[in-house]
């Protein structure tokens, strides 16, 4: 079993920064890819970021140049640096992961969310 735990959102005022964090557990051959959706109400869930084990990243356009995505392999850990936030940055936080297990089976994974609030 695989477990993914999200940190960092809040409540921020506009122009802002936070940092998500989000880290996985459990039996984990290696880690491919890892990203962050949000979904906001009313709205469908978004791909923010995204970085491959080979740390190629991508970003939706709203969000580049404001947003970046890491990770520490070490860790299994993977990262969302948010600055200049704005108000319609406002939603839940998904990290996900594509994983390959011992089996070398490959899965998909999400956490549970952390809300990311934006004043204005």
């Known amino acids: 079993q695989v477990q993914l735990v999200e940190s960092g959102g809040g409540l921020v005022q506009a122009g802002g920064s936070l940092r998500l964090s989000c880290a996985a557990s459990g039996t984990i051959f290696s880690i491919n890819a890892m990203g962050w959706y949000r979904q906001a109400p009313g709205k469908q869930r978004e791909l923010v970021a995204a970085i491959t084990d080979g740390r190629d990243t991508k970003y939706v356009d709203s969000v580049t140049g404001r947003f970046t995505i890491s990770r520490d392999n070490a860790k299994n850990t993977v990262y969302l640096q948010m600055n200049s936030l704005k108000p319609e940055d406002t939603a839940t936080y998904y990290c996900?992961?594509?994983?390959?297990?011992?089996?070398?089976?490959?899965?998909?994974?999400w956490g549970q969310g952390t809300q990311v609030t934006v004043s204005s």
């Open positions: 996900t992961t594509n994983l390959r297990d011992y089996s070398g089976d490959v899965y998909d994974y």
